[in-house]
């Protein structure tokens, strides 16, 4: 079966982040379990890949943690939110995809392979 | 869940503590047990649920440069060797200056530090305040020179280690230390000039010392503080250069024979010679094309290096390797200058005989790769 190569995915492993903070905060199992479920499993994210995504964001200001308990459990959590500059590297990094695949997109025969 | 904790303890065993590092650990952690809270709450048996989780935390290595573990370290490779790259060999080549500088800096403020009291002994100064004076010229050389240690004391990986650096970053080097001997050439002669003729205003001023006693209170005294100016700025340029030089060579020696990468170091050059445009010298085996190659030309004749001396201009010699030397021996070859500048200045001081004493830099800038030929043969 054919896998996601993880070269591949780390440059939007960001992306996929900040689009499920891009409307409430939340924590890392839940943003893992979320990536996993808009995927529908084909791609499951490594632990470290989402916390060096995590803090490599927050350094660069995209993101802000803060700790929390969690509503349900009331277990307390790191909890990790979007800041402006954040939302503004997304969409960046959205319009980045948009002209990626268009290019790559060029190079996929559809038929005759 | 205990072997989940206990995985994550393992895996972070051998990281620094520190905050960063501990943060991380708790953040895996807490995934990693809402993962597998979650598995066991939908049924999954608990070896199950651990292997998942497991399987699914992925490596350690993704987060060394967000724990600063890396920050400033070369990263290590899968056999263990530390990879010199450009940025880290730039790094270095900064710090080895600043740490040069505060050493060399340091140690001429103490030898600057009788002048307050010399000064202070035609009547200018009260005698408290001189020594107080001296003293603080004391402290200030110590602190340079700890100051200066400390900071370095993170590049002792690159002397402890196997290390290894590509080719474009070996080259880098390698020009920029060639563009450094001119430097070092001029700062050296400069120096010993400097130690040589630092009696001279001594002598000046005591033969014409009716006049200058006129002028500056007491000649003698002027003169002896002019020769301790001229010794600490060149001694500091001695040292300073010398410094530079030496672990500029170590960086260039980091390519040994046990890497594929050491097949350009400056001791094993025939790959890098004919890859630089020189071609390969033919009917010479093995390392014998070593001599006059790019890595070797700018060290031919150099004094200040260690374990080098005697290397250039003989083709064919297994090269001088100092990590094979042993305590002592290592120690007088690493810190060969310092000593004979240590033994200079003793020496001066106990005889006074300035005018000659300096014969001890060109006879210990001769006798330099017999010492450390003799201390590798032992």
Not at chain 1, 102 to 107: H, K, Q, T
Not at chain 2, 72 to 88: E, H, L, P, S
Not at chain 2, 285 to 302: D, V, Y
Not at chain 2, 356 to 367: K, N
Request: proline share 3%; with cysteine.
């Amino acid at each position: 079966m054919v896998e996601i190569s993880s070269d591949v995915i780390r440059g939007y492993t960001d992306t996929m982040i900040l689009s499920i903070l891009w409307d409430e905060p939340s924590y890392g199992y839940e943003i893992s379990k979320t990536i996993r479920m808009i995927s529908d499993g084909k791609y499951v994210i490594k632990e470290t890949t989402l916390y060096s995504a995590f803090s490599r964001m927050e350094k660069n200001g995209y993101l802000k943690s803060f700790p929390m308990e969690d509503l349900k459990t009331g277990k307390k959590r790191t909890y990790y939110s979007m800041t402006d500059a954040g939302r503004k590297y997304y969409i960046e990094k959205c319009e980045e995809w948009e002209l990626t695949k268009e290019v790559i997109e060029l190079f996929i025969r559809k038929e005759g392979v | 869940m205990n072997m989940i904790r206990n995985y994550l303890e393992s895996m972070f065993a051998a990281l620094p503590n520190t905050a960063e590092v501990r943060r991380a650990k708790d953040e895996l952690g807490q995934m990693m047990e809402d993962k597998f809270s979650e598995l066991i709450g939908q049924g999954v048996s608990e070896n199950e649920a651990i292997a998942t989780v497991i399987s699914e935390f992925g490596n350690l290595n993704e987060i060394a440069a967000d724990l600063g573990i890396d920050e400033t370290i070369a990263r290590k490779n899968a056999d263990g060797r530390y990879a010199i790259t450009m940025d880290v060999a730039k790094d270095y080549m900064l710090d080895i200056n600043i740490f040069a500088l505060r050493v060399s800096l340091g140690i001429a403020l103490m030898i600057l530090s009788p002048i307050m009291p010399i000064l202070g002994g035609n009547g200018s100064m009260s005698m408290g305040l001189s020594l107080a004076g001296m003293f603080m010229l004391i402290f200030g050389g110590i602190f340079l020179i700890i100051l200066g240690t400390s900071h370095f004391s993170k590049w002792k990986f690159i002397r402890r280690n196997p290390c290894f650096m590509d080719f474009q970053t070996y080259n880098y080097v390698e020009n920029e230390s060639s563009k450094f001997n001119s430097t070092y050439a001029f700062r050296l002669v400069l120096g010993i000039m400097l130690n040589c003729i630092c009696w001279l205003p001594l002598v000046i001023l005591v033969d014409n010392s009716s006049l200058m006693n006129r002028i500056f209170g007491s000649a003698a005294l002027l003169g002896l503080a002019l020769l301790f100016t001229c010794v600490a700025f060149g001694v500091m340029l001695i040292v300073d250069s010398g410094m530079i030089k030496l672990n500029y060579s170590l960086l260039l020696h980091v390519n040994d024979k046990k890497t594929i990468s050491g097949s350009y170091g400056h001791r094993y050059q025939n790959d890098a010679g004919m890859q630089g445009g020189v071609s390969g010298q033919p009917g010479q085996p093995g390392m014998g094309a070593q001599a006059g190659q790019p890595g070797q030309s700018s060290q031919a004749g150099q004094p200040g290096q260690p374990g080098m001396g005697a290397q250039a201009g003989q083709p064919g010699q297994e090269p001088r390797n100092y990590e094979k030397l042993d305590g002592w021996g290592k120690t007088i070859v690493h810190s060969y200058w310092p000593i004979v500048t240590c033994i200079y200045l003793v020496y001066s001081f106990m005889t006074m005989h300035w005018a000659t004493t300096w014969l001890i830099w060109p006879v210990a800038a001769a006798a330099r790769p017999f010492v450390s030929k003799a201390l590798k043969n032992k």
